[in-house]
């Protein structure tokens, strides 16, 4: 069913690399990269930080939601990497559309890679708290096995930079289309 949109779809936890990592093979491939972050920054004319202060998680996950339906209507995502935002996962109903969209990649990290990668957690409204590691060990508890059932390959990034997370998504890619 995905791989018949001919699209890679980027899933994981913030700091897994989906942005980088998705801009590295869509060069590589010579597909559109985009990200659900950046598209929902753009339609909305304010940042994620923003959103969230302004309208709160709950207005931010429908903004998420309505973006999927709209990106699933017809063919309007073709030949194009889809870096799509941490949490994007955890609706029920964002689950198929992104398994629609096209492959799904989980690039999966650690909560000690995690903490490292995301840094003071600026620009991160989820991680804006005392216990940053703390938030990160939880929120993968949830979020972990919801990546997983979502995910047509997994990809430990624990090890690996850019180019090595991103060369596994190729030779995977390569053997489907």
């Known amino acids: 069913m995905g ?10 936890y913030m700091g897994s690399g989906k942005t980088s990592v998705g801009r590295f093979v869509s060069d590589r491939l010579d597909m559109a990269f985009k990200d659900t972050d950046e598209m929902i920054e753009t339609l909305e004319d304010r940042s994620i930080p923003q959103i969230f202060k302004e309208s709160g998680e709950p207005r931010f ?3 998420e939601h309505e973006l999927l339906c709209k990106l699933s209507e017809g063919d309007t995502l073709r030949n194009t990497v889809l870096s799509t935002g941490g949490g994007i996962v955890m609706d029920k109903g964002n689950r198929p559309l992104i398994k629609d969209l ?17 840094g003071k957690g600026a620009g991160r409204p989820l991680l804006d708290t005392d216990d940053m590691y703390k938030k990160i060990c939880d929120m993968l508890i949830l ?35």
């Open 3 to 12: 791989a018949r949109r001919n699209n890679i779809c980027l899933i994981g």
């Open 61 to 63: 996950r429908e903004l």
């Open 102 to 118: 096209g492959t799904v990649f989980y690039l999966r990290a650690g909560a000690d890679t995690l903490y490292k990668r995301v």
């Open 143 to 177: 979020r972990g096995p919801v990546y997983e059932e979502c995910a047509d390959h997994i990809i430990d990034t624990d090890e690996l930079d850019i180019a090595g997370a991103a060369k596994k998504i190729l030779e995977i890619w390569r053997t489907i289309v």
